[in-house]
């Protein structure tokens, strides 16, 4: 019971994650009680900034509890970067392209992520975005030659109606007026299964070649997104006001904590649980930002939109089902 507890919680987490950004990209009203929000313009270049902001708050956090989820990091961390094997032995310097091309997807994912969420309403960017289970297994039977089974299909038509449900209607002009926030998230979507298909890979023990431990990968991961988040504000202008800055740092410090936390928790329930039960709770995150994003800051979903949500994670939930079954028993 504990472990179901947990990983229900990290999914409330990553939903409370989620609207935490789009407060901070669109002004609304707090509980219906008084206004907040809207500090940022929502564009490419500050969901680029609130990446980096969140990041500069992730990494020390992450540096101060890996020695005490794994004390080889440091090793292995040496070990990964090692000049002389990066130049002299092929399969390392394949691997360390695996691992540095998994971080550059999360990196995409997450700036795309926050580009859909900044566009749309937050339930439906974060629904469009967790069709990435349905990408990877395509992903997977296109680069990697696994086989698709027949109920897989069907459960990967059942997320694409409702991913079609849940998009701003065509009819209405919506759909015209939002493309680049649908845009976002599915490419999101697909980053995010690159990233899956990559961290498969980059996990895997392989004969004759080591691999990071996942805690190592995670601190490697968010030093990654950090450094291609500072390069990349070099290249961009950032207009916010001066008096704003206090109110984001708050809410991205809030947006570190719910995920760092989300990730702890839901780490530790896959132990208590199982990957299978785990990933079935945590497919819930789209209906749970849905109803947290019309609680805190009455967002207006219409039932055409609920019910492709619904859809979209029996969807998801059966393809995590199935593949865990078969990747990972309990």
């Known amino acids: 019971m504990v472990g179901i507890l947990l990983v229900l919680v990290a999914a409330l987490l990553l939903a409370i994650q989620n609207v935490a950004l789009k407060i901070i990209v669109s002004?609304?009203?707090?509980?219906?009680?008084?206004?907040?929000?809207?500090?940022?313009?929502?564009?490419?270049?500050?969901?680029?900034?609130?990446?980096?902001?969140?990041?500069?708050?992730?990494?020390?956090?992450?540096?101060?509890?890996?020695?005490?989820?794994?004390?080889?990091?440091?090793?292995?961390?040496g070990w990964f970067w090692?000049?002389?094997?990066?130049?002299?032995?092929?399969?390392?310097?394949?691997?360390?392209?695996?691992?540095?091309?998994?971080?550059?997807?999360?990196?995409l994912a997450l700036v795309l992520l926050y580009v859909a969420i900044s566009s749309l309403t937050t339930g439906v960017a974060v629904t469009i975005f967790f069709?990435?289970?349905?990408?990877?297994?395509?992903?997977?039977?296109?680069?990697?030659?696994?086989?698709?089974?027949?109920?897989?299909?069907?459960?990967?038509?059942?997320?694409?109606?409702?991913?079609?449900?849940?998009?701003?209607?065509?009819?209405?002009?919506?759909?015209?007026?939002?493309?680049?926030?649908?845009?976002?998230?599915?490419?999101?979507?697909?980053?995010?299964?690159?990233y899956s298909l990559l961290t498969q890979l980059s996990l895997q023990r392989q004969p004759n070649q080591s691999v990071l431990h996942p805690v190592t990968f995670s601190l490697l991961q968010f030093i990654t997104m950090l450094v291609l988040a500072t390069l990349g504000l070099r290249l961009?202008?950032?207009d916010i006001a001066p008096g704003m800055w206090a109110q984001i740092w708050s809410l991205t410090l809030v947006s570190a904590i719910a995920a760092m936390v989300a990730y702890i928790f839901n780490n530790i329930g896959i132990q208590r649980i199982g990957a299978t039960k785990a990933s079935l709770i945590s497919s819930t995150t789209p209906i749970l930002t849905a109803l947290l994003a019309a609680l805190l800051i009455r967002e207006v979903l219409s039932l055409r939109q609920i019910f492709g949500i619904v859809l979209v994670t029996c969807g998801i939930a059966a393809l995590s089902l199935r593949f865990r079954k078969s990747a990972q028993p309990d």
Request: charged letters at 10%.
């Open 131 to 194: 069709i990435h289970p349905a990408i990877t297994v395509l992903l997977a039977w296109a680069i990697l030659g696994e086989r698709i089974q027949l109920g897989q299909l069907g459960w990967i038509g059942l997320v694409l109606i409702g991913l079609v449900l849940t998009s701003p209607s065509i009819a209405s002009g919506a759909l015209q007026q939002n493309w680049l926030g649908v845009g976002a998230a599915i490419a999101a979507g697909f980053a995010y299964a690159g």
């Open 27 to 77: 002004p609304g009203e707090f509980l219906g009680l008084f206004p907040l929000g809207g500090w940022v313009r929502p564009t490419v270049d500050h969901a680029l900034l609130l990446l980096q902001m969140r990041m500069l708050l992730t990494v020390p956090l992450m540096v101060v509890l890996t020695p005490r989820l794994y004390d080889h990091a440091g090793q292995e961390l």
């Open 82 to 107: 090692n000049r002389e094997a990066l130049q002299t032995r092929p399969s390392h310097r394949h691997y360390a392209l695996k691992v540095i091309g998994a971080c550059t997807c999360i990196f």
């Open 236 to 238: 961009i202008t950032i």
